[in-house]
Each structure stands twice: as structure tokens, then as C-alpha cells.
């Protein structure tokens, strides 16, 4: 993790990480003003704080209470050195707790990070750099043995020169990659979180059978949601990018919207105008992107090059943010190697759907075939031997796809988790079922897998699937663990031969489809200096279902962006209009305000935790509406999760409306009290809200212009670097093509 440290007034310092800033000073006796804890006492705090968090993490885990737990830690210096230190940790248990429960808490504390890495021994690099933000790989720390070539299947380059090459794109466009987190906890299993230093919402995870393969894995991902926009889905990026010669690539085109706002001609063709305007009720405005909000401008559209034939289609951009997040997108070495990358993920998450709704029993793979990947079958036991059983099936409905899946079962809470992966090599489809599994997940974080269920319509409504997708928190049925198979097992092999084997495997992918009766479109992205593509299956990879462009289409943020951000500038007859749109929106009232808009708040402030409900509710006291108001604070009051002091904040105003809406109460008689139970701040920004004095306490002014949204703000500078290298990589072709 990037720490940037900023130097304050006198001794004190500022210290910035992610969306956090933490001060320190001196105590007065070494010429500070002792406005803030020192460096020293933060380190000394990490580690209790750190044992504090295991010792909740189990007791969360176990449904023990913490309430009778108490834990201090006291530092022991040596008199002759005063860097020998002992770091004495105590924790005070009830007296009915288990001895086993008592162990187990103490055996919690040993697994404490900041522990682990001080007993280790940190080593510490200090040096001097022209600019911080250069030497853009200097976190990766991950040395290959020079000279060394690793290849593994599906790869056309060595893992060392294709992570550095990966490298090398990243450092290029002047992104500071680092490594969040490593894990290991079977073996042969690897995964690691990877993310901008400089922009932590652009985030990738990466798995393998070794670190290499996890680091390659994670790189590739990153690049390929560089290369199709996917950080920034959903997300405005401003109004200088909305203005600009383009918003997503060079080669786009807008279209705009016929008369009665129908389809333009030109986008789409015949075949995906069947799947996606069956019928006919489908817009030009639902069309619109929601990156640029430009609605001027038209609707933004995107070539594909459909298989068939090779002619070129444009798919509105919106369509496909909409519609297929992040499925059929892979960078690789080659285009054939992504190619295969992109097929393969899109025929994973169409069979995964297949049998998980139609409550397919898969047959299992016999323990012979097994026994020919003593790698897989070493991880498998790894997990078997903590308590977890596994279970191995074919998913490839009888040998016709490339998909494999590896279930867990966790007998501590009756969760399960069943994983899939696709390859035209079977050994490398189970490879990345098992690795999938484990990715960025510690043996404590298998205790939140779902339960599964004999109810058909849990698992075969729509936002089930979308579950699977988006973090498999989705449920299995319980019809899927018969031992009666739906299918025979089948060893099959779709892999290629010799050096053209990745190009061979493509063809094969694509022509499944093709037998399928599937039309398949592709874009392939090379401006930022490595290959990536996109593929898209119409009415086979989309993840959210068709009807969501009508009804729950993103670009709902344009009715209401511009009004929320400017907010704090609105007369009350627009505030009355942005509450009757959002009224009429039939919006749940606890969508966040975040996803709404697509707008980067910081987590940590009120804009951060805003919701639907939140916001109806401060433009009702806005405009004086006092019974509204105090009906959604009850709501708020008995729904919502929310800051202690943000709580507070309603309590008080919830007391204060009671008395204010009663005429037998007058608020003077009770002034005195409620300040002295919610204290003077609370109260002044209660009573301020009601006569008009503060409006929407809590939200900091800002406009459409972004101020003050550092985070957001960071998000768009991310996406600036690659509208830069887009633009020269362009205008380098077309004065080559001169």
C-alpha cells in the first residue's frame, strides 16, 4: 500500500492512503504540541488493534459476544536497548467461556498480521527518487530467476517475459501498480489482489497453481479492464471527457435517435435487434450513455466485427456496460491466446448458469483422472484436510463444453460454493475451478458461503445468477449434489496441437457457438501498447437479463446526477421536482446514492453512506415538510446501517420533529435536555435542519464539476491516461496511413 506523507505546520505530518488521512505530532517535550499521537504510538496501537480484530473475528464467527472481553497491551523496554522491546498482549475472558473457545481466542491473536510482520523482520528500503510516481512496478515484488522460462498451457510467451511485458504496458501509461495481498493457504493454489496505488477502486485478482501464474493472471486482468473501460463502467467521467473529440475510443460513432425517439438506423443489425427489441418497445434514449451523460451528442456506439462474415456492427456502449459487465473480455500474448481466454470465460458463466438454474446433478470425476494432475489433487487434499469436502464434477453436459467445476462444502456452517472453470484443456479448466475457489479467500472467509436450498425459484431467479457472477454469493440447489448424475462423465480434450495450438483452440470455441446457432462480434483493443479483445454472444453471455435496457438501465443516472450534485444550489421548486422524479422512479429507497448517479464518493463521509431514502428524506426537511421528513427518519431509524454519530443525528431529529409536529409540546421546555442526551453539535445541526439554518447536514457543497470529490477525481485521472495514449496511438496511425 502507497502511504504519501504531506508536512503540516511545526512537527505535524499528514499521512494519505486509499480514502483515509491520518495526523501525527509530537508530544511538547520533543517540540511538538501533542495535537495528535506520534508515529511510534500508531505502530504500537496497529498491533493491539490487529489482535483486537482477530479476537472479534472469531467471536463474530462463533456468535460469542464481546461484550465481557477486554484486551490491553502493554510495550516492555529492554533498559540497555531500547529497540529490544516485548509486546505484552492480555485478554480478560468471561468465566463461562469454553476452554476450547478460551484457546481459540488466544490462537487468534498468534494469526495477527502486524505480529507476523514485525517477527519476521520488515526490511526497509530507503533511497531517493526524481519522482514519486515514476518507477511505476517498484511494488510488484516479484523477482523471476533471470533468465528463466516458464511456460504453461495456454500462453504463447514464458510467464517471466509475459509479466514483463504487462509491466511494462502498465508503467507506460503511468500506473503504479502494487500488490494488496497474497494468498497461499493450499497448495498449488495462489491468488493476489493487485490495484493503482494511486487509484485503489481500479483493482484486479489474479490465481494460478504458482506465484508467477497468479501475478501473470492478475496483469492480464488488469489490462483488460483498461483496455475495455471496465473500471469505469457506470462512472461519469466528467464533462471535459463528455465535450471531447471522443469519449470511449477513437472509432466510435453516434447515432441519433429517429423521430418519436426510435432506433437510429445503423446500430446493431438484424440478428441482435430480434434478441435485444423483440417487441419493438426499446428507445434511442434508453440508449444514451451514462459515462458522458451527453445526450446532444446522441447515443455512443462501439464497432464489433461479427464472425460470420466480417462485417462491421455497432453495439451502443450502454448496451454492453449494461448488459455484459466484465464477461468476454481477456488480454493476453497474442490475440488467438485471448481470444481462447475471452470464449472460455463466456461458455464458464453461460453452462455455470445453464445447470445451477436448471438444477443440473453434474457426474464426478473419477479418482483415476484425478491422479493425473498431482498438483490439483495436492490442493484438493489440502482442503479436505481442514474440514472441508470436495467435490469434483464434469460440467461439460456430457463432453460438449470445455467446463469443469470444483464444489466446496463447509460442514461448520452447511455453505457451500460450487466454482467453475472453462479451457479447452481439461487439466487447465479443473486447474482454475480449484483456483477460483480459494481466490483472495483466507479458510475463515469459507464461512460465509450460502446454504443451499430444494426451493427451485431461489435459484432460478435472475439476481441469482448475477450473485454467481459478481462474487458467487449465490445459491446452489441442493438437486445438484444428487448422486444420480444428469450426465455421464466424459474425459474430454478440446486443446490444440504444437505452436499453432492457441489459434486451433479458438476456432474450435468459436465454432461450438456457430453450432449452437450463436452470432458472435468482437473488438479487438491494441492502443495502449499490449492486445486485448472483447467478445460478445448475443442472447447467450449477456449476465443481466435483456429487459434491464427498459427497466433497470443505468443511464437512469441522467435524470438525476446533476440536480443531487448540485444539491446544495437547488430553489425549492427544483427540489420538489428531484423528489417527485425520484418518486415516480419507483426506486428502491436503499439503492446508495453512489450507484444512483455513478459518482466516487468517499465511503467514510455522508455522501458516502447516502441513500435514496436518506436524500428524500433531507429535501422534505429542506422544504419544511415535517411529516414526510419524520416518517422516512422512523424508517431510517429501523432499516438503515449508518455512522454512530449519523444515528445520532436522527435520533435527535426524530425527538425534535415529535415535539415540533405536536401542538401541546413546545420545543423550548425539552431544548435543555435533548442537548444535554445527543450533546450541542448534534443538536445545532438538528435544529439548524428544521429552521432552515442548515440544509442537508452532513453533505459537503459540490457541483458537476467534481469539487472536493478527491476520489472520483482520481478515478477520472486513471481513465485521462488511457484517453491520452488512445488519442497519440490514433492520430500515429492516421498520419501513418497518410
Known amino acids: 500500500m502507497e502511504i504519501k506523507v504531506d508536512f ?28 495528535a499521537p506520534g508515529p511510534f504510538d500508531y505502530f504500537l496501537a496497529s498491533s493491539a488493534l490487529c489482535a483486537a480484530y482477530f479476537v472479534k473475528l472469531y467471536c463474530v464467527n462463533r456468535n460469542i459476544s464481546t461484550d465481557n472481553i477486554r484486551l490491553s497491551q502493554n510495550n516492555i523496554v529492554d533498559p540497555e536497548d531500547r529497540y529490544k522491546q516485548i509486546f505484552k498482549i492480555q485478554v480478560e475472558l468471561p468465566a463461562d467461556l469454553s476452554d476450547k473457545d478460551r484457546q481459540g481466542i488466544l490462537r487468534s491473536i498468534e494469526r495477527c498480521t502486524v505480529k507476523k510482520v514485525v517477527q519476521t523482520g520488515p526490511e526497509f528500503v530507503i533511497e531517493e527518487v526524481e519522482s514519486l510516481d515514476a518507477d511505476a512496478q517498484a511494488l510488484l515484488m516479484l523477482n523471476p530467476v533471470a533468465e528463466s522460462s516458464t511456460y504453461i498451457t495456454g500462453k504463447d510467451l514464458p510467464l517471466e ?36 496505488a494511486y487509484s485503489p477502486m481500479c483493482f484486479t485478482n489474479g490465481k494460478g497453481s504458482s506465484k508467477e501464474s497468479a501475478l501473470a493472471s492478475a496483469l492480464g486482468e488488469y489490462i483488460e479492464r483498461l483496455s475495455c473501460n471496465h473500471f469505469y463502467n457506470d462512472r461519469f467521467w466528467g464533462e471535459d471527457i463528455a465535450n471531447a473529440e471522443f469519449v470511449h475510443y477513437p472509432n466510435e460513432r453516434w447515432f441519433k435517435p429517429g423521430r418519436k425517439d426510435a432506433l437510429p438506423a445503423g446500430i446493431l443489425d438484424e440478428y441482435c435487434l430480434k434478441i435485444y427489441n423483440p417487441d419493438g418497445d426499446l428507445r434511442g434514449s434508453h440508449l444514451y450513455d451514462t459515462n458522458s451523460g451527453n445526450v446532444e451528442r446522441g447515443i455512443c456506439s462501439l464497432p464489433y466485427l461479427r464472425q460470420s462474415d466480417g462485417q462491421v456492427v455497432y453495439f451502443p456502449s450502454n448496451l454492453i456496460d449494461n448488459l455484459f459487465l466484465s464477461n468476454g473480455m481477456s488480454a493476453g500474448n497474442t490475440l488467438v491466446e485471448a481470444q481462447v481466454q475471452c470464449l472460455s470465460e463466456i461458455f464458464e458463466r453461460a453452462v455455470k448458469r445453464e445447470i445451477i438454474e436448471g438444477e443440473i446433478a453434474l457426474p464426478d470425476v473419477p479418482h483415476g483422472v484425478l491422479e493425473k494432475f498431482p498438483g490439483i489433487l495436492a490442493g484438493i487434499q489440502g482442503l479436505e484436510e481442514q474440514g472441508f469436502p470436495v467435490l469434483v464434477k464434469d460440467a461439460s453436459l456430457g463432453g460438449i463444453y470445455p467446463v469443469m467445476c470444483v464444489t466446496l462444502m463447509n460442514p461448520r456452517t452447511g455453505g457451500v460454493f460450487a466454482s467453475f472453470g472453462a479451457h479447452p484443456s481439461l487439466e487447465v479448466a479443473l486447474e482454475r475451478s480449484l483456483t477460483e475457489l480459494l481466490q483472495g479467500r483466507s479458510f475463515e472467509g469459507l464461512n460465509d458461503l450460502p446454504r443451499p436450498t430444494f426451493e427451485s425459484q431461489a435459484v432460478t431467479e435472475p439476481n441469482n445468477f448475477v450473485e454467481h457472477f459478481i462474487d458467487s454469493s449465490g445459491v446452489v440447489s441442493w438437486r445438484f449434489f444428487s448422486a444420480k448424475s444428469d450426465f455421464d462423465f466424459v474425459e474430454w480434450d478440446f486443446s490444440g496441437q504444437g505452436e499453432n495450438s492457441n489459434a486451433e483452440e479458438a476456432e474450435t470455441l468459436f465454432g461450438i457457438l456457430k453450432g449452437m446457432g450463436k452470432e458472435s462480434y468482437m473488438a479487438v483493443y491494441d492502443q495502449l501498447g499490449a492486445i486485448a479483445c472483447r467478445i460478445l454472444v448475443p442472447g447467450y453471455s449477456e449476465i443481466y437479463p435483456v429487459e434491464d435496457l427498459i427497466w433497470d438501465n443505468t443511464n437512469k443516472a441522467l435524470l ?3 440536480d443531487i450534485l448540485n444539491l446544495h444550489g437547488l430553489d425549492d421548486a427544483s427540489l420538489e421536482a428531484l423528489l417527485e422524479r425520484l418518486e415516480d422512479s419507483e426506486l428502491d ?59 445520532l443525528f436522527y435520533q435527535a431529529l426524530n425527538v425534535v420533529l415529535e415535539v415540533v409536529l405536536d401542538d401541546d409540546l413546545e420545543l423550548a421546555d425539552y431544548e435543555a435536555n435533548f442537548r444535554r442526551m445527543f450533546g450541542n453539535p448534534c443538536m445545532d445541526a438538528v435544529l439548524g435542519s428544521v429552521d432552515g439554518r442548515v440544509r442537508f447536514h452532513g453533505l459537503t457543497p459540490t457541483s458537476m464539476k467534481l469539487e472536493g470529490l478527491d476520489r472520483h477525481q482520481r478515478l477520472i485521472d486513471s481513465y485521462k491516461k488511457l484517453h491520452v495514449a488512445r488519442a497519440s496511438r490514433y492520430s500515429d496511425t492516421i498520419i501513418k496511413q497518410k
Open 560 to 562: 438525476f446526477r446533476a
Open 161 to 196: 517475459q509475459t509479466i514483463a511485458n504487462m509491466s511494462g504496458v502498465l508503467a507506460g501509461l503511468g500506473i503504479k501498480i502494487e500488490i494488496a495481498s497474497w494468498r497461499n493457504i493450499v497448495p498449488h493454489v495462489w491468488s493476489l489482489h493487485v490495484r493503482d
Open 589 to 647: 429507497n436503499y439503492t446508495d446514492i453512489i450507484t444512483l448517479i455513478g459518482i466516487e464518493f468517499d465511503e467514510n463521509t455522508a455522501w458516502g453512506q447516502l441513500t435514496i431514502l436518506e436524500l428524500k428524506l433531507l429535501i422534505h426537511l429542506a422544504l419544511k415538510q415535517f411529516e414526510a421528513a419524520q416518517e422516512l427518519t422512523e424508517t431510517f431509524l429501523q432499516y438503515n446501517d449508518n455512522t454512530v454519530e449519523r444515528g
Open 8 to 35: 503540516l505546520d511545526k512537527f505535524r505530518l499528514q499521512a494519505k492512503f486509499d480514502d483515509f488521512t491520518v495526523v501525527a505530532d509530537q508530544p511538547i517535550r520533543y517540540k511538538g504540541d501533542g495535537s
